[in-house]
């Protein structure tokens, strides 16, 4: 029995296309890269490329175009938000000709330093990432080196980058301008880390409500729980427990709150009737929760819109632009977890 040699077809190269299209390798290379040629000629190298099974050589092209129609999603952990983004992020750039690579850090320094080296090494043609201020001094190098750089959720001020934020403490002051109007003078506010400008930005959206509406700031009701669910849960607990509990809660973001909501359902607190409870973040479990929870939605759509178009023209052939803010305005869900406070 002899063994059989199994032979590897040679790949189809941009010459065989050219030769089979009837035109020169010239054209197929402007066809390639996008540039403008003829409707005949265009339409003719696109049947042999399938015809051919040609591939290109993207490593190749990148070293002679500095490009690898790779971006890079930098993120602290694949939760709903996040999730969202790169799913939109990645159907949006897919019809750019890119696509997404995304690296989860867990909010660690060491391994946020590896997803750089990662992106780095890969020569991805930029990175899309939610600043985080202990990760400020990491990053300056890349970007002084070359690397771009979009953030979102999170600024990281003087930092050369684009930005693409929504308009955080806009949509939480209508958020609890919407509680105020209902009558509610005690209305607490469970916020995230205040070293992140998101935290501050929907913190200060719920100061700026309460002095619209005259209404003076109880410290006892403001409350730090980190972005964590256990802590929205343990906070919650601790504000119910006060002499003076609160008629609302503010809830800064989805995990918070799904803790809060948690407590109050263990101890048999009942939504609105005992407490309105409103949240940043609409995520699925608050349409189908009874009651439903009233939400800020973030435009995850719009962000990814915007992210792209600065993508695509920060990497288009006249890409030395200024540094961009977008910032995007996010609507506001109203469901049956407020009540008008009975006096």
Same mark, same amino acid.
């Given at each position: 029995?002899?063994?059989?040699?199994?032979?590897?077809?040679?790949?189809?190269?941009?010459?065989?296309?050219?030769?089979?299209? /009837?035109?020169?390798?010239?054209?197929?290379?402007?066809?390639?890269?996008?540039?403008?040629?003829?409707?005949?000629?265009?339409?003719?190298?696109?049947?042999?490329?399938? *015809?051919? !099974? =040609?591939?290109?050589?993207? &490593?190749?092209?990148?070293?002679?175009?500095?490009?690898?129609?790779?971006?890079?999603?930098?993120?602290? +952990?694949?939760?709903?938000?996040?999730?969202?983004?790169?799913?939109?992020?990645?159907?949006?750039?897919?019809?750019?000709?890119?696509?997404?690579?995304? =690296?989860?850090?867990?909010?660690?320094? %060491?391994?946020?330093?590896?997803?750089?080296?990662?992106?780095?090494?890969?020569?991805?043609? +930029?990175?899309?990432?939610?600043?985080?201020?202990?990760?400020?001094?990491?990053? &300056?190098?890349?970007?002084?080196?070359?690397?771009?750089?979009?953030?979102? #959720?999170?600024?990281?001020?003087?930092?050369?980058? #684009?930005?693409?934020?929504?308009?955080?403490?806009?949509?939480?002051?209508?958020?609890?301008?919407?509680?105020?109007?209902?009558?509610?003078?005690?209305?607490?506010?469970?916020? /995230?880390?205040?070293?992140?400008?998101?935290?501050?930005?929907?913190? *200060?959206?719920?100061? #700026?409500?309460?002095?619209?509406? !005259?209404?003076?700031?109880?410290?006892?009701?403001?409350? #730090?729980?980190?972005?964590?669910?256990?802590?929205? =849960?343990?906070?919650?607990?601790?504000?119910? +427990?006060?002499?003076?509990?609160? %008629?609302?809660?503010?809830?800064?973001? =989805?995990?918070?709150?799904?803790?809060?909501?948690?407590?109050?359902?263990?101890?048999?607190?009942?939504?609105?009737?005992?407490?309105?409870?409103?949240?940043?973040?609409?995520?699925?479990?608050?349409?189908?929760?009874?009651?439903?929870?009233?939400?800020?939605?973030?435009?995850?759509?719009?962000?990814?819109?915007?992210?792209?178009?600065?993508?695509?023209?920060?990497?288009?052939?006249?890409?030395?632009?200024?540094?961009?803010?977008?910032?995007?305005?996010?609507?506001?869900?109203?469901? !049956?977890?407020?009540?008008?406070?009975?006096?």
């Amino acid at each position: 029995m002899t063994d059989q040699v199994i032979t590897r077809a040679r790949p189809a190269t941009i010459i065989d296309v050219a030769r089979a299209a /009837g035109v020169a390798v010239g054209t197929v290379s402007r066809y390639l890269n996008g540039q403008p040629i003829r409707g005949g000629n265009r339409d003719r190298i696109a049947q042999v490329i399938d *015809e051919l !099974g =040609y591939r290109r050589n993207s &490593a190749a092209a990148s070293m002679k175009t500095n490009t690898t129609h790779i971006v890079g999603l930098l993120v602290p +952990a694949v939760g709903e938000f996040h999730a969202a983004l790169l799913d939109r992020l990645t159907r949006r750039m897919r019809q750019t000709g890119r696509a997404v690579l995304c =690296y989860c850090h867990d909010t660690e320094p %060491t391994s946020f330093m590896e997803g750089l080296e990662f992106f780095a090494g890969h020569r991805v043609d +930029a990175v899309v990432m939610d600043g985080n201020e202990d990760l400020r001094q990491r990053l &300056a190098p890349y970007i002084a080196e070359g690397m771009l750089v979009v953030l979102y #959720d999170n600024d990281l001020p003087e930092l050369s980058a #684009d930005r693409v934020f929504v308009e955080n403490r806009r949509a939480s002051k209508r958020l609890v301008d919407h509680v105020l109007d209902l009558g509610h003078e005690r209305v607490a506010i469970i916020h /995230g880390n205040l070293r992140d400008s998101v935290a501050r930005d929907r913190l *200060e959206g719920y100061r #700026d409500a309460l002095k619209a509406h !005259g209404v003076p700031e109880h410290p006892e009701l403001v409350v #730090d729980a980190g972005w964590n669910e256990y802590r929205g =849960y343990t906070c919650m607990g601790d504000l119910m +427990a006060l002499p003076n509990p609160p %008629t609302a809660v503010f809830g800064a973001n =989805y995990n918070m709150s799904i803790g809060a909501l948690r407590w109050l359902r263990e101890h048999d607190v009942s939504i609105p009737e005992d407490i309105s409870l409103v949240s940043f973040d609409d995520v699925p479990a608050f349409s189908v929760h009874s009651p439903g929870i009233t939400a800020v939605g973030q435009p995850v759509d719009k962000m990814a819109e915007a992210i792209v178009s600065i993508l695509t023209e920060r990497l288009g052939p006249n890409g030395a632009l200024g540094k961009r803010t977008m910032r995007i305005d996010a609507e506001i869900t109203l469901r !049956g977890s407020t009540r008008r406070l009975r006096r």
